[in-house]
């Protein structure tokens, strides 16, 4: 048994789990809307390759799961910085603007390359880098900071 209390806990999950949720819920959603329901397929294909983007509807649900594994894992590394970094949930709307930069550097400069994904990132254009760092930035960085700022407390 681990000698955190019940509130220490909930002070630590509660805002996980709302950051994630509302980061991978907005998220979700919009590339819905830009790229079809066909992304989850897109996103499972990064753990299994090119089948994944044939598959059916238990890989559409594997890709939704993989979204939401890495909406959470998101907000736990914030939320868990945060216990130590106070400013992070003291400066929330700046530091989670700048979060959602980091996430979109880690994705497409990192986790998108070495993953298995049949297609190619890039080129970007100005107008592309602008939009996609504007939607990190809003959907994915506020979100997640924003629930650790308000559950934390």
């Not at 949720?21 to 830009?34: K, N, P």
């Not at 106070?86 to 603007?97: D, N, P, T």
């Not at 760092?133 to 809003?138: I, Y």
């Given at each position: 048994?681990?000698?955190?209390?019940?509130?220490?806990?909930?002070?630590?999950?509660?805002?996980?789990?709302?950051?994630?949720?509302?980061?991978?819920?907005?998220?979700?959603?919009?590339?819905?809307?830009?790229?079809?329901?066909?992304?989850?397929?897109?996103?499972?294909?990064?753990?299994?390759?090119?089948?994944?983007?044939?598959?059916?509807?238990?890989?559409?649900?594997?890709?939704?799961?993989?979204?939401?594994?890495?909406?959470?894992?998101?907000?736990a590394?914030?939320?868990?910085?945060?216990?130590?970094?106070?400013?992070?949930?003291?400066?929330?709307?700046?530091?989670?603007?700048?979060?959602?930069?980091?996430?979109?550097?880690?994705m497409?400069?990192?986790?998108?390359?070495?993953?298995a994904?049949?297609?190619?990132?890039?080129?970007?254009?100005?107008?592309?880098?602008?939009?996609?760092?504007?939607?990190?930035?809003?959907?994915?960085?506020?979100?997640?900071?924003?629930?650790?700022?308000?559950?934390?407390?």
């Open positions: 048994m681990n000698g955190a209390s019940p509130s220490v806990s909930r002070r630590l999950w509660l805002p996980i789990l709302v950051g994630g949720a509302l980061a991978g819920t907005f998220d979700i959603i919009s590339a819905f809307i830009s790229f079809g329901w066909g992304t989850p397929r897109a996103i499972a294909s990064g753990l299994l390759g090119r089948q994944a983007l044939a598959g059916g509807l238990g890989m559409w649900m594997l890709g939704l799961f993989l979204h939401y594994v890495i909406a959470f894992s998101a907000a590394i914030y939320c868990v910085t945060s216990r130590k970094l106070s400013f992070l949930r003291e400066h929330f709307i700046v530091c989670g603007l700048f979060y959602g930069i980091a996430i979109y550097l880690v497409n400069l990192i986790v998108l390359p070495l993953s994904v049949p297609f190619k990132v890039g080129p970007f254009t100005v107008a592309t880098l602008r939009h996609d760092l504007l939607m990190q930035m809003l959907i994915i960085g506020l979100p997640i900071s924003f629930g650790a700022w308000k559950f934390s407390k």
